[in-house]
């Protein structure tokens, strides 16, 4: 049995990729016979997402900074995440709130290393501290993003003698790092790279770069920990096939301008007029659904469902035709949801920015879908196909949707990898 401390700011109820992962993975080293203990931030109980995952883990939750704070209870009292909440995000009120805490954070991003989120570190290093002494970890893992809970590991390892795991699913440094401040990240996330026992990143391009980068990493010490899916979910859940004269697209997550953005996807549905096909969107995603609208496409080939709870964006997967997923512009950076989108044993229409992406070859490789430059009429192309395969009754035959086919990316089996590499009961 090993005695673990996970430090993670996202954590259940607070869903983001990096929580959804520690979630399972703190679940299953629990399993295993380990004793687990979670520093995570503290959120207002309006906010209860995701946490039947987490029922038996031992979390610490503590403030997490003023900014944050007033944000987090900001959204509580207006209960923004209500779906009758939707109308309101158009008003002046929520625009100019919005809009403040925008900017507020923009510069407190360039002000704090790596993010606004370290002003958690004041608040939490007391319990950090509390925990450290109260129990002899073996293994203290922290979690990235945000950055914050590195500057926590690496601050204990100063104290204490423990195995330091930190897990990247970003890169800390990256491509919108503030100009003026990029020499400064860089060195920082060198400094806690160095101090490491292991890394863990969430893909084979942030390992190369980071090898590339810091020339005192070993190979050896860095692993690559995909993120994954549920099986539990899908193994309980029979798969009809059901064509319908409309074939359905589905999204669930967020884009992002510049970076992880739709518009070249709105462009070719605009094109595609005659086709039978809708695009179901879920996730906050106010700002780039407007582009659908002037597209004419919003309530008519585009549905935004808003924000969904974990279990009802993994029930929207359930019940699409073809998942779409949106990769980042940069190649070592992966968005988790194509690992959910295999578990849920639909055809992908992958749309990469990058031609690097691996994701590329992932898809191919596994013949789960359909892989297209982020180019509208490329798109449109991609979509005609699938429209075509749809309508002879053909889409769910022309793929590889096995489940046994991708079950070294479900949770339970990247948990064995990450147990078999810090020892403990198998």
Known sequence: MKQILIIAYSYPPLMEAQSIRWAHFSKELIKKGNKVDVLTIRLPGYYDDGLYLIRDV???????GPIQSLFFHTKAALRVEDKSYQEKRKSIAHQC????????????NFVLIPDLRTEWFVFAVFELFRLMNKRRYDIVISSHEPGVDHLLGFLAKIFYHFEWIGDFSDPMFTFYTPKLRRPIDRRVQGALLKRMDRVLVTNRRLKEDFLTQYPFLSSERISVLTQGFDDGFWKESNMPV?????????????????ERDPLELFKALRDLKEMDVEFIIAGRNDEVVGDAKKFGLLGSKVIYLGYLKYEESIRAQYEGDVLVHIGNKSSNQVPGKIYEYLGARKPILAILENPNDEIKDLVLKLERGVVTPNESSKIKEAISLLCELNKKEKLYS???????????????SLSNLLINGIGGDR
């Open 242 to 258: 059901n064509y319908k004269k409309k074939l359905r697209l589905v999204y669930t997550g967020t884009f992002y301008r510049d």
């Open 97 to 108: 709130l919005r809009g403040g805490y925008d900017t507020l954070r923009r510069v407190m």
């Open 58 to 64: 031992s979390v610490h939750r503590t403030y997490p």
């Open 398 to 412: 022309s793929f590889n949707l096995s489940l046994e086919d991708v079950t070294q990316y479900s949770w339970g």
